[in-house]
Nanobody, 127 residues
Protein backbone atom coordinates (compact mmCIF):
# COMPACT_ATOMS: atom_id res chain seq x y z
CA UNK A 1 0.00 0.00 0.00
CA UNK A 2 1.30 3.44 -0.92
CA UNK A 3 -0.10 6.62 0.54
CA UNK A 4 0.33 10.18 -0.65
CA UNK A 5 -0.72 13.07 1.54
CA UNK A 6 -1.33 16.53 0.16
CA UNK A 7 -3.12 19.78 0.91
CA UNK A 8 -0.85 21.35 3.48
CA UNK A 9 0.12 25.00 3.42
CA UNK A 10 0.19 28.27 5.29
CA UNK A 11 -3.04 29.45 6.88
CA UNK A 12 -3.96 32.14 9.37
CA UNK A 13 -5.33 31.29 12.81
CA UNK A 14 -9.03 30.54 12.53
CA UNK A 15 -8.66 29.41 8.95
CA UNK A 16 -9.29 26.04 7.32
CA UNK A 17 -7.44 23.47 5.27
CA UNK A 18 -8.39 20.11 3.85
CA UNK A 19 -5.77 17.40 3.66
CA UNK A 20 -6.07 14.50 1.26
CA UNK A 21 -4.56 11.03 1.44
CA UNK A 22 -4.68 9.01 -1.73
CA UNK A 23 -3.95 5.31 -1.46
CA UNK A 24 -2.81 2.84 -4.07
CA UNK A 25 -2.36 -0.89 -3.92
CA UNK A 26 -4.76 -3.54 -2.73
CA UNK A 27 -7.71 -2.18 -0.79
CA UNK A 28 -7.84 -5.42 1.15
CA UNK A 29 -4.42 -4.68 2.65
CA UNK A 30 -5.76 -2.05 5.03
CA UNK A 31 -8.79 -1.47 7.20
CA UNK A 32 -8.09 1.79 8.99
CA UNK A 33 -6.60 5.08 7.83
CA UNK A 34 -5.06 7.29 10.47
CA UNK A 35 -3.91 10.86 10.51
CA UNK A 36 -0.90 11.77 12.63
CA UNK A 37 1.10 14.93 13.09
CA UNK A 38 4.55 15.79 14.32
CA UNK A 39 5.63 19.24 15.41
CA UNK A 40 9.33 20.12 15.80
CA UNK A 41 10.71 18.59 18.97
CA UNK A 42 7.56 16.58 19.61
CA UNK A 43 6.63 12.98 19.15
CA UNK A 44 4.29 11.96 16.37
CA UNK A 45 0.75 11.95 17.72
CA UNK A 46 -2.53 10.58 16.50
CA UNK A 47 -5.02 13.18 15.32
CA UNK A 48 -7.83 11.19 13.80
CA UNK A 49 -8.68 7.90 12.16
CA UNK A 50 -11.43 6.37 10.07
CA UNK A 51 -12.43 2.87 9.19
CA UNK A 52 -12.05 2.16 5.50
CA UNK A 53 -14.62 -0.61 5.83
CA UNK A 54 -17.25 0.35 8.36
CA UNK A 55 -19.43 3.39 7.98
CA UNK A 56 -19.32 5.94 10.75
CA UNK A 57 -16.37 4.58 12.66
CA UNK A 58 -14.21 7.62 13.30
CA UNK A 59 -11.84 8.69 16.02
CA UNK A 60 -10.44 12.05 17.14
CA UNK A 61 -7.94 13.26 19.65
CA UNK A 62 -9.24 15.61 22.29
CA UNK A 63 -7.22 18.50 20.89
CA UNK A 64 -8.97 18.43 17.51
CA UNK A 65 -12.41 17.07 18.29
CA UNK A 66 -15.15 19.45 17.10
CA UNK A 67 -12.67 21.23 14.82
CA UNK A 68 -11.44 18.47 12.50
CA UNK A 69 -13.53 16.05 10.46
CA UNK A 70 -12.24 12.88 8.84
CA UNK A 71 -14.00 11.40 5.83
CA UNK A 72 -13.46 9.06 2.91
CA UNK A 73 -14.25 8.59 -0.74
CA UNK A 74 -13.79 4.88 -1.03
CA UNK A 75 -14.47 4.87 -4.75
CA UNK A 76 -11.54 7.22 -5.26
CA UNK A 77 -9.36 5.56 -2.58
CA UNK A 78 -8.98 8.97 -1.01
CA UNK A 79 -9.33 10.01 2.60
CA UNK A 80 -9.72 13.54 3.88
CA UNK A 81 -9.03 15.54 7.00
CA UNK A 82 -11.00 18.77 7.08
CA UNK A 83 -9.39 21.13 9.57
CA UNK A 84 -11.34 24.16 10.74
CA UNK A 85 -10.62 26.89 13.26
CA UNK A 86 -6.93 26.17 13.04
CA UNK A 87 -4.63 27.27 15.82
CA UNK A 88 -0.92 27.94 16.00
CA UNK A 89 -0.47 24.71 17.95
CA UNK A 90 -1.83 22.74 14.98
CA UNK A 91 1.37 23.58 13.10
CA UNK A 92 3.07 20.30 12.21
CA UNK A 93 3.86 17.86 9.48
CA UNK A 94 0.76 15.75 8.95
CA UNK A 95 0.98 12.12 7.91
CA UNK A 96 -1.58 9.60 6.82
CA UNK A 97 -1.06 5.95 7.61
CA UNK A 98 -2.78 2.65 6.89
CA UNK A 99 -3.40 -0.25 9.22
CA UNK A 100 -4.58 -3.74 8.38
CA UNK A 101 -6.30 -3.84 11.74
CA UNK A 102 -9.80 -2.73 12.53
CA UNK A 103 -8.76 -0.34 15.24
CA UNK A 104 -10.77 0.74 18.23
CA UNK A 105 -10.85 3.58 20.69
CA UNK A 106 -7.89 2.31 22.70
CA UNK A 107 -5.63 1.53 19.74
CA UNK A 108 -6.29 3.89 16.84
CA UNK A 109 -3.72 6.48 17.94
CA UNK A 110 -0.85 4.04 18.45
CA UNK A 111 1.76 4.46 15.73
CA UNK A 112 2.79 0.82 15.98
CA UNK A 113 -0.64 -0.25 14.73
CA UNK A 114 0.06 1.21 11.29
CA UNK A 115 2.21 -0.59 8.73
CA UNK A 116 2.17 1.91 5.88
CA UNK A 117 2.96 5.64 5.99
CA UNK A 118 2.78 8.51 3.56
CA UNK A 119 5.44 11.15 3.17
CA UNK A 120 3.79 13.94 5.14
CA UNK A 121 2.50 17.40 4.31
CA UNK A 122 3.39 20.56 6.23
CA UNK A 123 0.67 22.66 7.84
CA UNK A 124 1.70 26.05 9.18
CA UNK A 125 -0.76 28.17 11.13
CA UNK A 126 0.54 31.67 11.52
CA UNK A 127 -0.50 35.26 11.08
Amino acid sequence: VQLQASGGGLVQPGGSLRLSCRTSGRNSDYTTIGWFRQAPGNEREGVSAISAVYRGRTFYSRSVKDRFTVSKDRAENTFYLQMNNLRAEDTAVYYCAASRYSLITSTWSQRTQYEYWGQGTLVTVSS
